[in-house]
């Protein structure tokens, strides 16, 4: 149905306590459509060795010949809801490193603690795997040094926020440090996870049904990161939404009843999927303006060609707790269709 109305990509999460296995999903979809690309937003280098990553992703490659996106990230939701940390920077470059290898084709070096052995996939060619069809490695970061990194290893740039001077300024570092690693002739194709609800005639930012369908995804730019000891406001938050993220943190994550070492399971119930009891009062219509495109469909094709000269290539909507089939309709015919 998303490639009759004119979607280009499919982005899957790769959350283990929240959703269904990532790659499981891309194969089930990869058998569903013959023109969609499919990428992982984001695969968690870390929670699986890096040969299982090349692996299951030249697996689906195989599936879906040429349609296939490995984005890749440090785990905010993948790790922390298991109350852990991000991985470091030096592990994804690592992971990267060995996976870009075996996708090419080459033997490389695997380590675990002092041992190191020299790994290749032996059987390239017998229909298990496809690593004749490039598989571009994306990103997501937003940090001063992932941006670096970014720029150094990764083919693409996966990112949040809707202000077109952070997807600026963000791919100037990028490109800086692409040419500083030597890789100028690298075009970073960018894309950008939000959500969106076209609304109808009369229809105010504040339904029911703009709630229900992006409010999960809006609300994220107010999540706490979890820490046992410190645990840090906002992450996501642009300076203009500060003081509301800090109100969702007095009012929200410090009255959750779960005990603090425990907390981050209570945090991230219904991450992306629906608003729980009480979090309704922080849906501002400037939170919901920020994080998503809602709005009248004239204004949204505004934003998105504003976001498209920054230098965005593809916009992500976040399908939350809602009929996939009704958002797919929607900016399919308002949207897609005038672009």
Known sequence: MAEDYGFSHAWFYDSQMLYSDVYAS???????????????????????????????????????PGRTI???GTGFTGRNVMGMP???????REHVEIIRDLLCGKETLYRENSRERSIKFLHPNGGYINIKNPIPIHMASNGPKA??????IADGWITLGLDPKHTVSGLNTIRECAAAAGRESVRIYCSNITSGCVLRPGESVDSSRVHRQVGPMAILLLHTNWDP???KIGPFAP???????????NEHILKMETPIDRRYQEMHLGHLVFIRPGEEKFLTPELIRSATLTGPAGEIIDRIHA???????????????TDAREMIREFGNEIISRL
């Open 307 to 321: 976001l498209e000269e920054a230098g965005v290539d593809n916009i992500a909507l976040n399908v939350c707790g």
């Open 229 to 231: 000891v410190e645990m």
């Open 70 to 72: 490995l984005g890749v």
């Open 147 to 152: 941006l670096k990194l970014t720029g150094e």
């Open 239 to 249: 300076p203009s939404l500060e003081p509301l993220a800090k109100r969702y943190f």
């Open 26 to 64: 891309m194969a089930l979809c990869a058998y569903h459509t013959r023109t969609l690309k499919l990428g992982t937003c984001v695969s968690i280098l870390g929670n699986r060795i890096a040969p299982v990553t090349a692996h299951s992703i030249a697996t689906i490659n195989e599936l879906a």
């Open 86 to 92: 991000p991985i470091q920077l030096q592990t994804m």
